[in-house]
């Protein structure tokens, strides 16, 4: 479509990126719905919203992200072989595997960059970080709370607000500006 001049890159790249906001949007709410109120015992409508805003916000990064890594490889097979080494280090810095608080220093880079880092701290701290309790005779929370989220977990209850939620968006940004300015400069060259 570039090339036979029907749409430029950038209202093409625009037009890729918007139209896809209102699945990533309304696949977490749908989830969200079902999920949440299996799993959890405090059926708190503030804390759905905001860990719906959390999975909407972690699938906006990834797809931007998805979007990078899809661009900087020339090929298909060059994709994927690309992908995997972009997003093991993601996985594996989240959080669940190494504690966020125990990452060596030459590994911080993989941990900053971690879109998953960041949505697992903040649903961990939206929902647990409130309170520490017994619910009822079954559910006994004592052990979740904010002492446990900041000295087992290392995670800290300030980043939700100063670091979480806009590293999200930062990053869904970032990478989205990372992607269309390669497939502006790769359109270039042709």
Known sequence: ???????SISAWYI???LIEVPACIILPLIFNLICYFMIFKDP???KFLFLW????????????IAYFVSVIGWEPLNTLAIAPTIYAPHFLFCGQFILIGNVKAWMLPFQETS????????????HFGEYGGKIDEYHD??????T???????MKQDNLW????PALIGLTLGFHVLAFLILFLRSKGK
Do not use: N
């Open 15 to 17: 037009a890729k990126a």
């Open 53 to 64: 805003m959390i999975s909407a916000l972690a699938i906006l990064t990834s797809t931007s």
């Open 162 to 165: 100063k670091c979480d939620v």
């Open 44 to 46: 708190m409508i503030t």
């Open 1 to 7: 479509e570039y090339f036979f001049g029907t749409y």
């Open 148 to 154: 446990v989220i900041e000295d087992e977990l290392k």
């Open 141 to 146: 929370t004592t052990r979740i709370g904010p």
């Open 115 to 126: 879109w998953l880092r960041y949505s697992y701290e903040a649903a961990i701290i939206s």
